[in-house]
C-alpha cells in the first residue's frame, strides 16, 4: 500500500478521470454548519492517515450551500480492490471507526461513470445533483441521453458539464452537473470543500 497523494483544500472531483472504474457516492445530512464542517475535515483527515492502496483514486467532500448537507464522492480503479479494502478488518477497525465516530451512515452507492457531457471550458464553482430510479442499464442509458441531448440543446446560463453515473445494478442514474455560478434551482447545491486525490492516473 501507499500514500503518494496530494490533499487540496477545496478540491474539484474529476468525474472524467480514466482510470476511474469505480465511483462511489453518498449524500450525507447533518445538524447544522459547524457540525457540517466538523465531519468533513475529519473525514479527509482520516482518509490522509489511512495507508491506501494503488487502487485508490480520490475523496472528495462537497459542503453542501444549505450548511448540513454533505456530498462525498471517491473514485477508484475497480471495484474488487475497493472491496478488498473496505472488508480488511484493520481498515474496518481504523478508518471505519474513525468515520463512525464522526457520523452514522450507510454505505454509498456504487456506481461507473456511463458518459460526460461538456458544454463549455469555464471554471467550475458549484455542482447540483439529482437522481432517477431506473430499470436496468439500458433504461438508464436512454434516459441519460435524452437528458444529455436536452441540456446541450437549451443548457442553462451557469451549466459547464454534466456527468451521469449508472449504479452497479442498473437501478439508478445519478447526474452530477458543474456551474459556474450558484444555480437558482431548488435541487441540492455544493461547493468544493476538501479532496485527496492521487496525482496522475493509474495504468490499468
Known amino acids: 500500500m501507499t500514500n503518494d497523494l496530494e490533499l487540496s483544500a477545496a478540491a474539484l472531483p474529476d468525474p472524467t478521470r480514466p482510470d476511474a472504474g469505480l465511483v462511489l457516492i453518498s449524500e450525507w445530512h447533518t445538524q447544522g454548519p459547524q457540525e457540517q464542517e466538523r465531519v ?3 473525514v479527509i483527515d ?11 483514486l480520490s475523496r472528495y467532500c462537497l459542503e453542501g450551500v444549505d450548511g448540513q448537507t454533505i456530498l462525498n464522492y471517491a473514485q477508484w480503479t475497480h471495484t474488487a480492490a475497493h472491496r478488498a479494502f473496505a472488508a480488511d478488518p484493520q481498515n474496518q477497525q481504523t478508518l471505519g471507526n474513525a468515520i463512525q465516530d464522526l457520523i452514522t451512515a450507510g454505505p454509498p452507492g456504487r456506481y461507473t461513470l456511463y458518459r460526460s457531457t461538456a458544454l463549455r471550458g469555464t471554471a467550475v ?3 447540483t445533483t439529482a437522481s432517477y430510479d431506473t430499470e436496468d442499464f439500458a433504461t438508464a442509458r436512454e434516459l441519460a441521453d435524452k437528458l444529455a441531448a436536452r441540456n446541450a440543446a437549451a443548457a442553462p446560463p451557469a451549466l459547464i458539464a454534466e ?6 445494478d442498473g437501478q439508478r442514474l ?12 431548488t435541487t441540492p447545491r455544493f461547493r468544493p470543500y476538501r479532496g ?6 493509474v495504468a490499468s
Open 174 to 185: 445519478y447526474v452530477l452537473s458543474a456551474h459556474e455560478a450558484e444555480p437558482v434551482e
Open 40 to 42: 468533513m475535515s475529519g
Open 46 to 56: 482520516a482518509w490522509e492517515n489511512t495507508r491506501l492502496p494503488t487502487a485508490y
Open 196 to 201: 485527496l486525490a492521487r496525482r496522475s492516473p
Open 125 to 127: 464553482r458549484y455542482f
Open 163 to 168: 456527468h451521469f453515473h449508472i449504479s452497479e
